[in-house]
């Protein structure tokens, strides 16, 4: 028989309160702290897979021959399936166990990452980073749901805070990693580690993890929500993706962020009229669970869109390599290592506002003063604000994901994890597409007149548009043959009008996580938290 959780959603009012105090699960099957190292192990995968890829882009484009657009889609192609499928596969795991869920995302996210090491063609690899993402997707909520369905509610932000930290530190040793293996084996090395990292994660799981399904789980599919919702999601990431080169004043811009208005319009009528929705909409009539929301994106915004332009400064402006800009951000991952347990800790003991609410200070703070780094700037001082960043970032990861989970029913906790995590995948792309977007803006604006006071010959209007995209990463666009003197010269206006946009986009996202503060004042401490606590095992 399997063994599995069964929790009557009944509360004091009811006369049956849920007990916190539940029968021991026997040996480790079931074991709370067991039971995050193994999604720990699994969860690290998607995350590190978020960043590391991007240290190969450069390794694959050379071996498979690819174009600039191609290699793009490595990436954009992982991140649009992962946004898509979040939400429906967290409704798989609430309908069919998170622990199979979560089983079956491992074992397909490293298959995949095999596939990918062995693949001969660019087609192939994007193939792949599609079903990563699909694979990734079940196994992220159904992790939020297991640990939410594992621990008492007084170790439940203990255990988010471990999570989180797993999250940032692979999200922020993605590149070091990603720099040490493509630079000393080769760029399928990046893809083929998922493959032992996933067999420890299953077998882990099969020897650990218990199934866990509330009583009243659902039981049927909203297949036309599921594909609303889907559509929906895929035309506005799509858009945030293509944006940049679209434009943002652009009609088929426009088009798919139409599309995705009228689509999220029809998922929320349609909702209200089915009998068991993908996501019942009274969820959001919680406050703090909109909130939580709302935080987790504009920290997204913040977080990604800022770190996007840094690698760039790090190595373009620099002129490190991928391994040393990776080091460079030891300060931003050792915070949030540190840091999230911490958060748990605070969040346990004082609820989640205060702490939500000083991580978004701490988060403007720090990208105000990125907002203020030069070509010159020292070690010491870019160090200081990644630290902060990253002091900023770990109470924020901790405190609005138990906002999110801890405010949800228990059997909505796979909803509640998808959502979570299609907020951080929505933040991240608008981040990136936004802060892009203000970057080459200004770029284009200063470009022409910098060139110009630096006495360098005119640009053609073809030449100008190549040389105003090639400072948007930090590259100063120096032809062959370029006299040493000349070409000097191109470089400081190329990195001074890449320091003058970056310093602009740091500055809105300072702005965006200053009004996030406000959002953090909305939030409070799930009232379903106690759902999952302690839940018999039978």
């Keep these: 028989m399997t063994s599995q959780t069964t929790l009557d959603k009944t509360g004091p009012g009811d006369g049956i309160p849920p007990s916190p105090s539940a029968a021991p699960a026997k040996g480790l099957r079931g074991h709370p702290w067991f039971t995050l190292i193994t999604v720990a192990v699994g969860v690290m995968m998607v995350a590190l897979d978020g960043t590391i890829v991007a240290i190969a882009n450069p390794a694959i484009a050379s071996d498979l021959g690819a174009t600039f657009a191609e290699v793009q889609w490595i990436t954009n192609a992982y991140f649009l399936a992962l946004a898509v499928a979040l939400i429906t596969a967290g409704k798989l795991g609430d309908r069919f166990g998170h622990r199979q869920t979560f089983l079956i995302g491992v074992v397909g996210f490293a298959a995949a990452s095999g596939a990918i090491g062995l693949s001969d063609s660019i087609a192939a690899v994007i193939v792949f980073r599609v079903f990563q993402g699909l694979f990734g997707a079940l196994l992220m909520p159904a992790a939020l749901g297991l640990l939410r369905a594992t621990f008492p509610a007084e170790k439940l932000n203990m255990a988010i805070g471990i999570w989180g930290m797993v999250i940032g530190a692979s999200t922020a040793g993605g590149p070091i990693l990603g720099g040490v293996l493509v630079e000393h084996v080769n760029w399928q090395s990046v893809f083929f580690i998922n493959v032992p990292v996933g067999v420890l994660a299953v077998a882990l799981g099969a020897w650990i993890l218990l199934d866990h399904r509330a009583q009243n789980a659902p039981r049927s599919f909203d297949l036309l929500g599921i594909g609303l919702l889907s559509g929906a999601m895929f035309c506005l990431v799509w858009a945030l993706i293509k944006a940049p080169e679209w434009g943002w004043g652009a009609g088929r811009t426009w088009l798919f962020l139409v599309v995705a208005v009228a689509a999220f319009a029809l998922f929320a009528i349609w909702e209200k009229r089915v009998r068991e929705p993908l996501i019942p ?3 959001f009539r919680s406050v703090p669970l909109s909130a939580g929301v709302v935080l987790m994106v504009m920290m997204a915004i913040a977080f990604m869109g800022g770190l996007f332009f840094v690698t760039f400064y790090l ?11 990776g080091l460079h951000l030891l300060p931003l991952t050792g915070m949030m290592i540190v840091g999230s347990p911490l958060a748990g800790i605070a969040i346990t003991k004082v609820g ?3 702490p939500l609410a000083g991580g978004m200070a701490f988060t403007a703070l720090a990208m105000y003063g990125m907002s203020t780094l030069e ?8 160090s200081l604000w990644f630290a902060l960043l990253g002091l900023g970032l770990a109470p ?3 405190g609005a ?3 999110i989970v801890g405010n949800a029913p228990m059997e909505l906790s796979g909803v509640a994890g998808g959502l979570q995590q299609s907020a951080m995948q929505i933040g991240g792309s608008l981040g990136t597409a936004v802060l892009g977007a203000v970057m080459a803006s200004k770029v284009d604006s200063d470009l022409a007149g910098n060139w110009a006071d630096a006495g360098l010959p005119p640009l053609s209007p073809e030449q100008q548009a190549a040389a105003s995209e090639a400072v948007q990463v930090g590259v100063a666009p120096v032809a062959p043959d370029t006299p040493a003197e000349v070409a000097t010269t191109i470089t400081d206006v190329a990195h001074d009008t890449f320091i003058s946009g970056m310093s602009l986009a740091s500055l809105v996202a300072a702005g965006v996580a200053a009004v996030a503060i406000l959002v953090a004042l909305l939030t409070k ?10 839940a018999a095992h039978i």
Aim: aromatic share 0%.
């Design 525 to 534: 401490r799930g009232e379903n938290a106690d759902a999952g606590a302690g």
């Design 401 to 403: 994901t138990e906002v």
């Design 315 to 325: 190595q373009n402006v620099h002129g490190m390599s991928p391994v040393d800009a």
């Design 352 to 354: 989640p506002r205060i």
């Design 396 to 398: 924020v990861m901790v």
């Design 375 to 382: 070509t010159d700037t020292g070690s010491g001082i870019m």
């Design 281 to 283: 909409l009274t969820l």
